[in-house]
């Protein structure tokens, strides 16, 4: 039985951590060192991190408007139409509903005004 020595860096070898999060897995542009050895910071190209942020939210199932602002707003709304300006109680499950379908058609309009823009001619 061979017993082999454990394999090391070298000591000159960076210490680097690979990245996480979602933007990960980009390729950066690397610029050349400039004088005095100092290196320019990676930069992403023009719309690279706009795709990134929609395929985020497009893999993500969560709701994009927080829970209490949207509570606030429905009651505020309520507030305004209910008569003698009295204070409606709301059930967890109900709140949770409208917001469900106030995200998806909100979704669905802006998704559906921008295939329009891209599709229209322009003169």
């Known amino acids: 039985m061979l017993i082999r020595p454990a394999v090391t860096a070298p000591d000159s070898a960076p210490l680097t951590r690979p990245r996480q999060g979602p933007l990960a897995s980009i390729r950066q542009v690397h610029r050349p060192a400039v004088a005095g050895g100092i290196r320019r910071p990676a930069r992403?190209?023009?719309g690279e991190r706009a795709l990134l942020e929609i395929r985020k939210y497009q893999r993500g199932c969560d709701l994009l408007i927080p829970r209490v602002s949207f509570g606030r707003l429905v009651r505020e709304i309520c507030g305004q139409v209910a008569?003698?300006?009295?204070d409606l109680a709301w059930e967890a499950a109900a709140m949770e509903a409208l917001h469900y379908v106030a995200e998806t058609h909100i979704t669905c309009?802006?998704?559906s005004k921008s295939n329009r823009s891209l599709t229209l001619p322009t003169y």
Do not use: Q
């Open 44 to 46: 992403y190209k023009p």
């Open 83 to 86: 008569a003698n300006g009295e």
């Open 109 to 111: 309009v802006l998704s």
